[in-house]
Nanobody, 124 residues
Framework: VQLQASGGGSVQTGGSLRLSCAAS????????MSWFRQAPGKEREFVAA???????HYADSVKGRFTISRDNAKKTVILQMNSLRPEDTAVYHC???????????????????WGQGTQVTVSS
């Protein structure tokens, strides 16, 4: 599976951005599709996941502000980010895996496939 993320950019606090991750290869509907982010000097952290069974999961820091969605026909996963804060500044990566258990969705090491990342910068 190849993943291509896009949609990053620079916004002010309170603004919105929409990230997209397009997949090619594999059977997209079988994959848990997730977003992680990594700020300078920090470890990669879980943001949101959309499991193949249809459930969505969010990090506490983004609940109520970010929404993950997917279109299996288009092989695309979207991360709609609203009410952005400076602490959301990071490189955002999409990730995929076909065999994750629920307890592993937040573990970056559990994912087999990664996109190249897209920069999100939120200024105060």
């Amino acid at each position: 599976v190849q993943l291509q993320a896009s949609g990053g950019g620079s916004v002010q606090t309170g603004g919105s951005l929409r990230l997209s991750c397009a997949a090619s290869g594999g059977t997209f509907s079988r994959y848990t599709m997730s977003w992680f982010r990594q700020a300078p000097g920090k470890e990669r952290e879980f943001v949101a996941a959309f499991r193949s069974v249809g459930t969505k999961h969010y990090a506490d820091s983004v609940k109520g502000r970010f929404t993950i969605s997917r279109d299996n026909a288009k092989k695309t996963v979207i991360l709609q980010m609203n009410s952005l804060r400076p602490e959301d500044t990071a490189v955002y990566h999409c990730a995929a895996d076909a065999s994750l258990i629920l307890s592993s969705i937040g573990d970056a090491n559990a994912y087999d496939y990664w996109g190249q990342g897209t920069q999100v910068t939120v200024s105060s």
